[in-house]
T-cell receptor, first 113, second 107 residues
Framework: DAGVIQSPRHEVTEMGQEVTLRCKPI?????LFWYRQTMMRGLELLIY????????DSGMPEDRFSAKMPNASFSTLKIQPSEPRDSAVYFC???????????FGDGTRLSIL | SQQGEEDPQALSIQEGENATMNCSYK?????LQWYRQNSGRGLVHLIL?????REKHSGRLRVTLDTSKKSSSLLITASRAADTASYFC???????FGAGTRLTVKP
């Protein structure tokens, strides 16, 4: 079975540009999570969805960040405009229930110049 | 705020030795989960222990849970160089992770 698929794996762009990260969860999983990982702040939960509905977005840093889940098989995390401090590895994860283990993608390494 | 906090932050041992990592959490839980992260990769789920369990084994992994102390430990026996990774605990309450324990196993 395919795991969680994230794209792109690497993204380098200049500050001020719009960045869109994509995630395809495991089929049948109805929870989807977005995380950001940096050396300074560790692994931070940004937002999570249940049945395509955002449940907790309290970790989203600011209005420049937005996330959508238009259907059960696709989610996006958008940063507009991007800033150098947004540089990090962004992970998507999915699970089959609120108490079930999460399955992580391999992340998108984002560098904002 | 983070639910799971791991201790120590870093641990360096020789191959063949045992490694013990600890986790503390704040609220009541349904279960507690341990994950491993190899460099440059996503987290991988290792083992889940339910709140009514005190100990669980999976291969060379042994997890204990003490709900009265709100703590858990992960023991890796007969460690290998391939066990070098960061280890995290998490609870389903809010699925926030701590800083992890960075384990280095020297050949």
């Amino acid at each position: 079975d395919a795991g969680v698929i994230q794209s792109p794996r690497h993204e380098v762009t200049e500050m001020g540009q719009e960045v869109t990260l994509r995630c395809k969860p495991i089929s049948g999983h109805d929870y989807l999570f977005w995380y950001r990982q940096t050396m300074m702040r560790g692994l931070e939960l940004l937002i999570y969805f249940n049945n395509n509905v955002p449940i907790d977005d309290s970790g989203m840093p600011e209005d420049r960040f937005s996330a959508k889940m238009p259907n059960a098989s696709f989610s996006t995390l958008k940063i507009q405009p991007s800033e150098p401090r947004d540089s990090a590895v962004y992970f998507c994860a999915s699970s089959s229930g609120s108490n079930q283990p999460q399955h992580f993608g391999d992340g998108t390494r984002l560098s904002i110049l | 705020s983070q639910q799971g906090e791991e201790d120590p932050q870093a641990l360096s041992i020789q191959e063949g030795e045992n490694a013990t990592m600890n986790c503390s959490y704040k609220t009541s839980i349904n279960n507690l989960q341990w994950y491993r992260q190899n460099s440059g990769r996503g987290l991988v789920h290792l083992i889940l222990i339910r709140s009514n369990e005190r100990e669980k084994h999976s291969g060379r992994l042994r997890v204990t849970l003490d709900t009265s102390k709100k703590s858990s430990s992960l023991l890796i026996t007969a460690s290998r160089a391939a066990d070098t990774a960061s280890y995290f605990c998490a609870t389903p309450h809010d699925m926030r992770f701590g800083a992890g324990t960075r384990l280095t196993v020297k050949p």
